[in-house]
């Protein structure tokens, strides 16, 4: 009050006469300087408060991750730190992910149906894919399908055109809407068979978790004739010489769906992503310069609208349900390929699989940091919605009896021996799921999809390829 008071007098002078002009003149630099001084003091006050409101932002979201924290991981996948990059956040990020408020999110004429999964080998992709053939089903989507009895569209090779199923879709185009089995991400193919807000997505593991998974479900001590205690361990100590013994033609009897020379423990996931790994054979390969890895990332950074995590598994899905604008219902899954296994591992042997596959690490350090901004940038409510979400995947799990797991059902839900009702929430409307929903999360949709092509475009293989799967 008593400076506006000062600055009524100060005018009321200045403006009475002529003779006041010189008074005027004499006065008004120390008057600038206050008010200049009160400005600066009054902007360095709001930049506090912002920084404070960010730093309780994280501190929840990081809060909430841990109480949130999903049952699905692996037993053998060890935690991860999350990194949290303090620094503005991707504009790509703010384009593709809005913080929807609930009247949004279950608006159903904003959905994507058009998308791309690139499944990176040993990542929770099966699962995944079981999610996403069942959206595509239920929708009738026109999806980028393997010939025959393939299961691969030309993976691990370069996908090509001798390996797809024309197009499906009901105006004749030659577009699809989506692809989910795997293929090694090529953006000038790709891009051109799909149309342009075609949405790209990947999912990522954390890679020392994913070495020991892919170790075990490709049978690598057997095939590479290990005889010892700690397998493992015996790899990585020599694993030059066995991975020749692993790779090599005499072992591709029993090498499932590998082609000779691939390597499925070093950079297998940058190599699904696209990066030049020196396959085929003449390939460059670009995994040992972390600075052209580095621009690698980058670039498929802007390539991606998200690259989920594994290990945060129904963040992930929150996340995806978000930015496709999907209901809660589309995202329910059932948990396939995964299994129990435990190798006993030596002091060291971490350290050598991070020298030997450093590519992969540096690229989910990064991917890793990309996705907790995106979370970030979602604010509290995210939080809350992966709670729901996992109260809703349990009770599923309790009813459609996929869970060994003692989980008492959630009394929100209304459940009889048919049918399990799920209440209206604030991120999603209410909705049923039956038993027949059940049977439908274990089939092979694979199979349904590829019929459903059949039956709409009169296709019949007469020389499917047989590259690898």
């Not at 609208?305 to 329910?332: G, N, P, Q």
């Amino acid at each position: 009050m008593s400076l506006y008071k000062d600055l009524q007098a100060f005018y009321v002078q200045c403006t009475c006469s002529r003779s006041s002009k010189r008074f005027c003149t004499y006065k008004m630099l120390p008057l600038l300087v206050l008010l200049c001084t009160c400005l600066v003091l009054a902007m360095l006050i709001l930049h506090l408060t912002v920084i404070l409101e960010t730093e309780e932002n994280i501190y929840n979201v990081k809060e909430g991750m841990g109480e949130g924290e999903t049952e699905q991981k692996e037993e053998d996948a060890g935690n991860v730190e999350e990194v949290i990059k303090l620094e503005s956040l991707k504009d790509e990020a703010k384009k593709v992910f809005n913080n929807r408020p609930p009247e949004l999110i279950n608006n159903r004429d904003c959905q994507v149906h058009n998308f791309v999964f690139i499944k990176c080998m040993k990542c929770a992709t099966e699962t995944m894919g079981t999610i996403l053939r069942r959206y595509a089903l239920k929708n009738k989507l026109s999806v980028l399908l393997p010939r025959g009895i393939n299961i691969y569209l030309g993976w691990p090779y370069m996908m090509e055109s001798s390996d797809y199923r024309p197009s499906s879709s009901p105006s004749g185009n030659r577009y699809y809407n989506c692809l989910i089995e795997h293929a090694i991400y090529n953006a000038s193919v790709m891009k051109s068979l799909f149309p342009h807000q075609t949405r790209f997505i990947s999912i990522v593991r954390e890679p020392w978790s994913h070495f020991k998974s892919t170790f075990h479900y490709f049978n690598m001590q057997k095939l590479a004739h290990i005889v010892s205690d700690t397998p493992l361990s015996t790899y990585l100590q020599d694993i030059d010489t066995y991975e020749k013994i692993y790779k090599s033609p005499e072992a591709a009897s029993h090498r499932y769906c590998i082609p000779d020379r691939f390597s499925v423990t070093k950079n297998l996931m940058c190599h699904c992503l696209g990066m030049k790994t020196g396959f085929p054979e003449g390939m460059m390969d670009i995994s040992k310069n972390s600075r052209a890895v580095q621009d690698f990332l980058n670039w498929t950074e802007n390539e991606f609208a998200l690259i989920m995590i594994a290990e945060y598994f129904h963040e992930s899905l929150v996340l995806l349900k978000r930015m496709m604008c999907w209901t809660m219902k589309d995202i329910i899954y059932k948990r396939v390929n995964s299994a129990k296994y435990r190798y006993e591992e030596n002091d060291g042997d971490q350290a050598i699989h991070q020298r030997w596959s450093r590519a992969d690490y540096q690229m989910y350090n990064f991917f890793n940091e990309s996705f907790w901004e995106k979370v970030i940038y979602q604010g509290k409510t995210f939080v809350q919605e992966v709670q729901v979400f996992t109260k809703i995947q349990n009770a599923v799990n309790v009813f459609c009896n996929f869970s060994t797991d003692s989980i008492k059902m959630d009394p929100m839900f209304n459940v009889t021996k048919t049918v399990l009702k799920i209440p209206t929430t604030k991120f999603s409307l209410d909705f049923t799921f039956t038993l027949e929903e059940c049977e439908l999360l274990s089939s092979d949709l694979l199979s349904a999809l590829k019929e459903q092509h059949e039956e709409h475009s009169k296709y019949e293989d007469k020389d499917p390829p047989k590259r690898t799967c």
